[in-house]
T-cell receptor
C-alpha cells in the first residue's frame, strides 16, 4: 500500500539557520503534495503545496522541492525562527479519486534562540 | 481565509456514552473529513463526505458514524464510546475532489474514562 515517511523524527536548529525537512513517498501515481505545520495543541496548518508537474515551489521563507525520480519531497525553511518550532508533516494525494490524502507521522522541528 | 470550526475543544466522556463531535466550515466546500490523530500513528481517516447526505468510510470507520445534513456541517458520532477512542479528532474540508488543499480545524481532544 501507499506510505509516506519521514527521514528524521526530530530536527534541532539554531535561530537564523536554514532548516530542511525531508519526506519520502512510495506511490508514483501521487499527483499532489502538501506540507503542514502543527503546533502543540492545534490543528494542522497548511504551509505550501506542489503538484507533480512542478519540481519547486516557493512561498514566504519556505520552499518545497519535489524529486519524482526518487519519490522525495523536502521542505526548506529559510532563517528559521523560534515560532517555526512545531511538527511538520507531508501529505500525498495518491490520485485514487476521492482525495484520500496519505499523511506522514511528522518531524518535530526545535529552534533554539 | 478558510474557517473550519470544531465546537468542542476538550471533552471527557464515560465509557458507553454517545458522543457527538460537530464541525462547520464556512467556505462552501464540497468535501469534509474526520480524522483521528494518535502519537506515532499520524492522521488516520475515519469518514469523509463529498456531498450532502453522502458519506464514505475511511480507513478506520469501526465504532464511528457520521452525518451530513447540510453542506457546511459534518458530525462525527461515537455510538458507544470506548477508552480506545480517546484521541485527538480533526475535522477538515476541501473545495472538491480535484486535488485541492485540505484545511483543518483546531481539533477536539476526547478522553473516554
Amino acid at each position: 500500500g501507499e506510505s509516506v515517511g519521514l527521514h528524521l523524527p526530530t530536527l534541532s536548529v539554531q535561530e537564523g539557520d536554514n532548516s530542511i525537512i525531508n519526506c519520502a513517498y512510495s506511490n508514483s501515481a501521487s499527483d499532489y503534495f502538501i506540507w503542514y505545520k502543527q503546533e502543540s495543541g492545534k490543528g494542522p496548518q497548511f504551509i505550501i503545496d506542489i503538484r507533480s508537474n512542478m519540481d519547486k515551489r516557493q512561498g514566504q521563507r519556505v520552499t518545497v522541492l519535489l524529486n519524482k525520480t526518487v519519490k522525495h519531497l523536502s521542505l526548506q525553511i529559510a532563517a528559521t525562527q523560534p515560532g517555526d518550532s512545531a511538527v511538520y508533516f507531508c501529505a500525498e494525494n495518491p490520485n485514487t479519486g476521492f482525495q484520500k490524502l496519505v499523511f506522514g507521522t511528522g518531524t518535530r522541528l526545535l529552534v533554539s534562540p | 481565509d478558510v474557517k473550519v470550526t470544531q465546537s468542542s475543544r476538550y471533552l471527557v466522556k464515560r465509557t458507553g456514552e454517545k458522543v457527538f463531535l460537530e464541525c462547520v466550515q464556512d467556505m462552501d466546500h464540497e468535501n469534509m473529513f474526520w480524522y483521528r490523530q494518535d502519537p506515532g500513528l499520524g492522521l488516520r481517516l475515519i469518514y469523509f463526505s463529498y456531498d450532502v447526505k453522502m458519506k464514505e468510510k475511511g480507513d478506520i470507520p469501526e465504532g464511528y458514524s457520521v452525518s451530513r445534513e447540510k453542506k457546511e456541517r459534518f458530525s462525527l458520532i461515537l455510538e458507544s464510546a470506548s477508552t480506545n477512542q480517546t484521541s485527538m479528532y480533526l475535522c477538515a474540508s476541501s473545495l472538491d475532489i480535484s486535488g485541492n488543499t485540505i484545511y483543518f480545524g483546531e481539533g477536539s481532544w476526547l478522553t473516554v474514562v
